[in-house]
Nanobody, 118 residues
Framework: QVQLVESGEGLVQTGGSLRLSCAASGRTFSAFDSAWFRQAPGKERDVVATISRSGASTNYADSVKGRFTISRDNAKSTVYLQMNNLKPEDTAIYYC???????????WGQGTQVTVSS
């Protein structure tokens, strides 16, 4: 089992920055691929960024490429999402997720709110 707790929620203006953190506890975090998802009101939950267990491989949704950066510190069992040049359409609840192998994400955090004002 892995427990995930997000932090870093906030309200920022368009063009601002925010960093989300996801602290993991339980099993060895370096054995898990990780990702950030988001869900805006009335919309489905979509993947924002993924990172391999070593941190060597990352992928991003087209809508955030060049603005968001996912990273991880396995020594601290933490995954980060640095969000720059935020836009109102980035407003959503952001979720951290992890999986021990290819396939669906098994473990989820409780979510953290990001609001970008115009």
């Amino acid at each position: 089992q892995v427990q995930l707790v997000e932090s870093g929620e906030g309200l920022v203006q368009t063009g601002g920055s925010l960093r989300l953190s996801c602290a993991a506890s339980g099993r060895t975090f370096s054995a898990f691929d990780s990702a950030w998802f988001r869900q805006a009101p009335g919309k489905e939950r979509d993947v924002v960024a993924t990172i391999s267990r070593s941190g060597a491989s990352t992928n991003y949704a087209d809508s955030v490429k060049g603005r968001f950066t996912i990273s991880r510190d396995n020594a601290k069992s933490t995954v980060y999402l640095q969000m720059n040049n935020l836009k109102p359409e980035d407003t959503a609840i952001y979720y951290c997720a992890a999986r021990p192998m290819a396939g669906g994400y098994n473990y989820w955090g409780q979510g953290t709110q990001v609001t970008v004002s115009s």
